[in-house]
């Protein structure tokens, strides 16, 4: 794989659960990538805490999902829309990519991966599809899914970026760019709610803001960081942290470790559904970086 792909900043060697990792280092920040699921398990700026959160009790196995970094969930969000016993939020997160390119320009890293439809994701997809993931680190981490439909009906799609931050307490945080937004909330049935404010957590959340493009920071007094999120190609933000009983019930998910962390999406959820005519795609893509 190195022989091939690899670039100065760039490194590929044999991960946990041994699937193959992807190390980046652009100098002013380093990030890392399984090929399972395209999936970034860590950012950093050069010299800070981690951005990511990644679980202490992740599984990493084929076919498993990672509990933390950026699970990318797509063709479907959370529960199949006909199906409950299809796998929750896609089946991307879960299957084998492969690296497709790479390079390395003046402390801008680029690797993309690919994902092509098979036998055995008809079963659970039927449209023939081509999935481009693409991560950019220079001090700041870009991430974009590019989904290519190749079969001969449009695909109703749903999904996200599921961006997993660290935090010091989620009790002291605050994340600001969704006042004033309505909200789905998915722990009363999806009902339409209403944001006043900034979002503040004393027991689980689990929201689809809906109808919103704006950029989002997360005020971490504790460790005295903003981090910053930006997206394209999505209408809708996912905020979540399942607090106390949820992250008991979750086999890959410490009992404290809801403290630590939060999502905070960049999606295609609730009403906002992608139809990707014959030979369309469509482009989903997140920003994150941190401000001290
Ligand atoms: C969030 C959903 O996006 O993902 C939550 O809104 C869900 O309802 C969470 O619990 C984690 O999902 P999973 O499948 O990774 O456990």
């Known amino acids: 794989m190195n022989d091939v792909f690899g670039r100065p900043g760039i490194r590929f060697s044999t991960g946990p659960g041994g699937l193959t990792v992807a190390a980046l280092d652009s100098g002013a920040a380093t990030a890392s990538l399984t090929l399972l699921g395209a999936h970034v398990l860590s950012f950093q700026r050069s010299g800070s805490r981690p951005v990511l959160w990644l679980s202490e009790r992740a599984m990493f196995e084929e076919g498993k999902p990672i509990r933390g970094g950026i699970p990318i969930c797509w063709p479907w969000f959370a529960q199949h829309p006909e199906d409950a016993a299809m796998p929750a939020h896609g089946i991307a997160r879960t299957r084998l990519w492969e690296v497709s390119e790479t390079g390395a320009e003046d402390g801008d890293l680029r690797l993309a991966l690919e994902l092509r439809d098979e036998p055995s ?76 404010g900034p979002i503040a957590f004393e027991g689980e959340v689990d929201r689809i803001y809906t109808d919103t493009t704006a950029e989002c920071h997360i005020e971490d007094p504790g460790w005295e960081r903003r981090i910053g999120i930006a997206k394209t190609g999505s209408l809708s933000t996912v905020v979540w942290n399942p607090w106390i009983a949820k992250a008991k019930r979750m086999p890959d998910f410490g009992d404290e470790e809801y403290l630590r962390m939060v999502c905070v999406e960049t999606a295609n959820a609730g009403s906002d559904l992608v139809s990707i005519p014959p030979s369309g795609s469509h482009t989903l893509g997140a920003e994150h970086w941190e401000e001290s």
């Open 121 to 196: 994701s008809r079963r659970l997809w039927p449209h023939a599809f081509r999935w481009r993931f693409e991560v950019r680190l220079t001090d700041r981490l870009r991430v974009s899914l590019t989904a290519a439909n190749l079969s001969n009906e449009a695909a109703v799609c749903s999904g996200a970026l599921h961006s997993y931050f660290a935090v010091s307490d989620i009790r002291a945080i605050r994340i600001h760019g969704l006042e004033q937004t309505a909200y789905l909330d998915s722990l009363e049935e999806r009902q339409l709610k209403f944001q006043d």
